[in-house]
Structure formats: structure tokens, C-alpha cells
Nanobody
Framework: QVQLVESGGGLVQPGGSLRLSCAAS????????MTWYRQAPGKERELVAH????????NYADSVKGRFTISRDNAKNTVYLQINSLKPEDTAVYYC?????????????WGQGTQVTVSS
């Protein structure tokens, strides 16, 4: 059974930092790319950062480049999102996502999300 469990969210002041974690289980972690998305109130879910299975390649939304860093520890089956210089517009629920090719089709998996609130 595939599970993605996020943690690390919270309330932080503008300019602050957080590190989000996503613990994965139920699949071969190193074989799969991982992605962080976020969804702000009243807005569509948007891609924040993506990392390949080996961690050799990453990409980011323009709005977070230079402030967010995605990484992974394949020994711990965990992907991280370090978020620095937080702004109020970063307030959102942050989700971990992966897709797996199973039984001839792609299946999409999401975590439950972790809330990040940036406010003074």
C-alpha cells in the first residue's frame, strides 16, 4: 500500500524558514521521481518543486526559485522541501506527490498535506 505522509508545516513569520518532510512507503522509492505541490485558499494546486529518483535533477516553479530547495534521502525513503525567506503568499497546504506505473497504467498518489501559514 502506497503511503505519503507529510510533516513539518506550521505558522512562521515572514522571512522565516521551514523544512517539510514526506515519508514514503509501499513502493521502490529510488525508482520514482517526487514532487511537491501546494494549494492556497481559493487557488488551484500548483507544482512547487520536482526531483528525479536519484536526486540528480531538480526543477522549481519560478515563484520559489532561490528560496526553496527540494532534496531526498533514498536510504530513509524521504523527500524534503527546505523553504526559506517565506512570504505571506507562500501560505498554502503543501502536498507530496508521486505517480507509479502499475498494472499497465499510471496511478497517482498524494499525501494528506501539511499546512504552512506565513503571518506576522
Amino acid at each position: 500500500q502506497v503511503q505519503l505522509v507529510e510533516s513539518g508545516g506550521g505558522l512562521v513569520q515572514p522571512g522565516g524558514s521551514l523544512r517539510l518532510s514526506c515519508a514514503a512507503s509501499g513502493f521502490t522509492f529510488i525508482s520514482n521521481a517526487m514532487t511537491w505541490y501546494r494549494q492556497a485558499p481559493g487557488k488551484e494546486r500548483e507544482l512547487v518543486a520536482h526531483i528525479t529518483g536519484t536526486g540528480g535533477s531538480t526543477n522549481y516553479a519560478d515563484s520559489v526559485k532561490g528560496r526553496f530547495t527540494i532534496s531526498r534521502d533514498n536510504a530513509k525513503n524521504t523527500v524534503y522541501l527546505q523553504i526559506n525567506s517565506l512570504k505571506p503568499e507562500d501560505t498554502a497546504v503543501y502536498y507530496c506527490y508521486t505517480k507509479l506505473y502499475q498494472s499497465g497504467r499510471w496511478n497517482h498518489y498524494w499525501g494528506q498535506g501539511t499546512q504552512v501559514t506565513v503571518s506576522s
